[in-house]
């Protein structure tokens, strides 16, 4: 079992930063794991935002690519999602993802989630 606990969500105005983070535990978490963050807006399908596996290997969304970085702490067993240059269309809530598979993040369909943590960027 992994749980996972996201922080560092709030309020923020557009062009501005914030960074998330995604603190994973659990008997069978390892650094192999592959990990991924996914948000969903009111009245939408949760989507893939960014993901890290096999070591430095990341994906990104084309919405947040130039702006999002996924990074990843392996000795604290933590992922962290800078973003930059906030717009109004990234208000969500962000959830962090693990999986010991690659395709079940590509796929959304990964065997840990968070419980998301809101991030509001007003205009």
């Known amino acids: 079992q992994v749980q996972l606990v996201e922080s560092g969500g709030g309020l923020v105005q557009a062009g501005g930063s914030l960074r998330l983070s995604c603190a994973a535990s659990?008997?069978?978490?390892?650094?192999?794991?592959?990990m991924g963050w996914f948000r969903q807006a009111p009245g939408k399908e949760r989507e893939f935002v960014a993901g890290?596996?096999?070591?430095?290997?990341?994906d990104y969304a084309d919405s947040v690519k130039g702006r999002f970085t996924i990074s990843r702490d392996n000795g604290r067993s933590t992922v962290y999602l800078q973003m930059n240059s906030l717009k109004p269309q990234d208000t969500a809530v962000y959830y962090c993802?693990?999986?010991?598979?690659?395709?079940?993040?590509?796929?959304?369909?990964?065997?840990?989630w968070g419980q998301g943590t809101q991030v509001t960027v007003s205009s």
């Open positions: 993802a693990a999986d010991q598979r690659w395709e079940n993040i590509a796929t959304a369909r990964p065997l840990y």
């Open positions: 659990g008997r069978t978490f390892s650094s192999y794991y592959s």
């Open positions: 890290s596996w096999s070591g430095d290997t990341t």
